[in-house]
């Protein structure tokens, strides 16, 4: 039996797996660590409006998508009841998290894509009393907000049926932003409540439960604290690496003209900029400078620019990228995310996405249409996009910094070309 396993490939062997609940006695002493760890140094303080440890039964928590450490903030608060966790599939080929996922009985997921291994072993979960955690938005924030649950969301809280609790963590992406893997550590609050009950999932449609989780869970960090004004220790760099998030300028319209370092972010073309305080507040460089109030506002000007751009005839964004795959044997060591396995070019136009180049020695070319692809994941910063194709996974690693322009592109075509996954209803 040893010998067949060791020919079989990652993916078999993952899906070969029967979650079961986590053992109880590791994950609290694991659980009990993290919180000694990090709970004091990001300064971490717990609201609990309804507690769902205090819940008979299974139950199913969700929770906003802050950063990358956010099952420290879910799950530590939840201590002693145990969680299933739902991570993205790719994670598990990661040397550094396949031992822990396998020991805490972590359910893999093929982000914005159906998979049915998911939805099998969730319900193996709850049929055996379990609880499970997940972050609907399937990938953590881009941007210090949020952006709508993946598609399926309602489907998925309708057919189990089991309450529903959530937690809305403000300021994690502050400690953690995704255009760097710096960490600052400065406050992080975590507010638990009760979203729905079974009778109310019952007579809601999958649609009203989307809407109704889209608005509690949203949360904006940087109009937070520009409130609030907590002080994060960035050490000076609180803006470094910036513009790959915001890559237009707000005074010339240039797109990719903005550079940033240390604490500043500025254009090259007309020199428009804006100095990060410790609080993340723009400061305009000069009295000529055009600075939106907010990180959060300049974002969503920026995807206005994009949403007119996706109307232009025959528009279309080509990039030069290497390609990234997941090893068929090994496992990915020193943080890698995928193995280099080819290069080429990535189109994103109306029809979709189209890659053109190669993959292991070979020309290798393959499509996605627009209204299958909502959107991407992306494992660590934003130098780097993945999607599924046919089931497998693909990174694609630019030569430029415009990951985040791909993102925005897509998206807006998605919605243009009226796919499932739209903007948010209410009024952010």
């Not at 805490?104 to 709850?126: A, H």
Request: charged fraction near 25%; glycine fraction near 8%.
């Amino acid at each position: 039996m040893e010998k067949d396993k060791k020919t079989l490939s990652n993916e078999e062997i993952l899906y070969l797996r029967k979650i079961k609940n986590p053992p109880k006695f590791i994950y609290n002493v694991l659980g009990n660590i993290w919180k000694l760890l990090f709970m004091k140094k990001y300064g971490v303080k717990v609201t609990y409006k309804q507690d769902p440890r205090l819940e008979k039964g299974s139950h199913l928590f969700i929770s906003n998508h802050a950063s990358r450490n956010d099952y420290i903030f879910t799950g530590v608060p939840l201590l002693p009841n145990t969680y299933n966790f739902v991570a993205g599939y790719n994670e598990f080929y990661r040397s550094h998290l396949r031992g822990v996922f396998n020991l805490l009985q972590v359910i893999p997921k093929k982000n914005f894509t159906p998979d049915l291994y998911t939805l099998k072993e969730v319900s193996r979960v709850i049929k055996n009393g379990g609880n499970i955690v997940l972050f609907p938005e399937g990938m953590n924030s881009i941007a210090g907000m949020n952006q709508p649950v993946a598609i399926g969301t309602g489907k998925f809280i309708k057919h189990f049926k089991i309450p529903v609790y959530y937690s809305v963590i403000k300021g994690g992406y502050l400690s953690f932003p995704k255009y760097t893997n710096n960490e600052y550590p400065g406050r992080i609050e975590v507010v638990i409540d009760k979203m729905f009950s079974v009778e109310d999932i019952e007579k809601l449609s999958p649609e009203e439960i989307e809407d109704i989780i889209n608005k509690k869970l949203y949360h904006d960090d940087y109009k937070w604290n520009k409130i609030y004004k907590n002080v994060y220790k960035t050490g000076g760099k609180s803006a470094e690496g910036l513009s790959d998030v915001l890559f237009w300028c707000p005074k010339c319209g240039n797109q990719h003209s903005m550079v940033s370092k240390g604490n500043t972010i500025w254009c090259t073309e007309c020199a428009n900029g804006a100095t990060v305080d410790d609080t993340y507040a723009l400061t305009p460089l000069d009295e000529n400078s055009v600075i939106p109030p907010t990180q959060s506002d300049w974002f969503n000007m920026q995807r206005e620019v994009i949403k007119q751009d996706v109307k232009r005839e025959n528009y279309s964004f080509t990039a030069n990228v290497k390609l990234g795959t997941l090893p068929d044997k090994k496992l990915l060591k020193n943080y890698k995310t995928a193995e280099i396995t080819g290069e080429g070019t990535v189109t994103i136009d109306k029809t979709g996405l189209t890659y053109n180049g190669t993959n292991k020695g070979e020309p290798f070319t393959f499509k996605i249409s627009s209204l299958e692809l909502p959107t991407y994941g992306m494992c660590t910063d934003v130098s780097r996009f993945y999607t599924f194709y046919k089931g497998k996974f693909y990174e694609f690693y630019p030569e430029t910094h415009c990951v985040e322009k791909i993102l925005l592109l897509t998206e807006e075509f998605h919605r243009l070309n009226g796919g499932k996954w739209q903007d948010f209803k209410f009024e952010k």
